[in-house]
């Protein structure tokens, strides 16, 4: 198993310019996430996901849009960067139910940069 | 005020030493708790993960729940290099779909 990937590794937008930062697990997991993380704070959800078609916001929604029309994918969308939105970006997964239904498992990241 | 609480450090200790690090919580209602570590420019990995009161040890690392105190701790024995990285502390309501996360703790472990 892969686990979780996450393309691209880096990426540096321009302010107003706009992104999808791609996500895909391998695990069937039914729960995915979208975290955000600055120095020094820790981690932010951004949006997460209990199944197929069923997203909701996080504790830093705005500025991101998400999408999830299969088990496997949860893209997460960038409209008008701004520089307020340059983070490392993690996406998580976990099963629904089971012996390990508490632990995430994450993704190696996305750096992105908006200047 | 924060629902999850914890000194980013860093924290700096020799090769051996036993490292504390700790997390204050307000919400009651928490009733799983993970410590997560985070080696440079990678994704967190699960370390330890408790449910509820009480201590549970793997190796050289040790997790202690404290619920009457809210307080949340990871001892790590005969520190290694290869402990050095950031120690997130996470809570979780029953079976709740996300989780709150500490802001997460530098320790460097120096030869």
């Known amino acids: 198993n892969a686990g979780v990937t996450q393309t691209p590794k880096f990426r540096i937008l321009k302010i107003g310019q706009s992104m999808t930062l791609q996500c895909t697990q391998d695990?069937?997991?039914?729960?995915m996430y979208w975290y955000r993380q600055d120095p020094g704070m820790g981690l932010k959800l951004i949006y997460y996901s209990v199944g197929a078609g069923i997203t909701d916001k996080g504790e830093v929604p705005n500025g991101y849009n998400v999408s999830r029309s299969t088990t496997e994918d949860f893209p997460l969308r960038l409209e008008l960067a701004a520089p307020s939105q340059t983070s490392v970006y993690f996406c998580?997964?976990?099963?629904?139910?089971?012996?390990?239904?508490?632990?995430?498992?994450f993704g190696p990241g996305t750096r992105l940069t908006v200047t | 005020q924060k629902e999850v609480e914890q000194d980013p450090g860093p924290l700096s200790v020799p090769e051996g030493a036993i490292v504390s690090l700790n997390c204050t919580y307000s919400n009651s209602a928490f009733q799983y708790f993970m410590w997560y570590r985070q080696y440079s420019r990678k994704g967190p990995e699960l370390l330890m993960y408790?449910?509820?009161?009480g201590n549970k040890e793997d190796g050289r690392f040790t997790a202690q729940v404290d619920k009457s105190s809210k307080y949340i701790s990871l001892f790590i024995r005969d520190s290694q290099p290869s402990d050095s990285a950031t120690y997130l502390c996470a809570t979780r309501i029953g079976t709740a779909s996300k989780l709150t996360f500490g802001t997460g703790t530098r320790l460097q472990v120096t030869l």
């Open positions: 695990m069937n997991h039914n729960y």
């Open positions: 998580a997964s976990r099963e629904a139910n089971g012996n390990r239904d508490y632990e995430q498992y």
């Open positions: 408790t449910y509820s009161s």
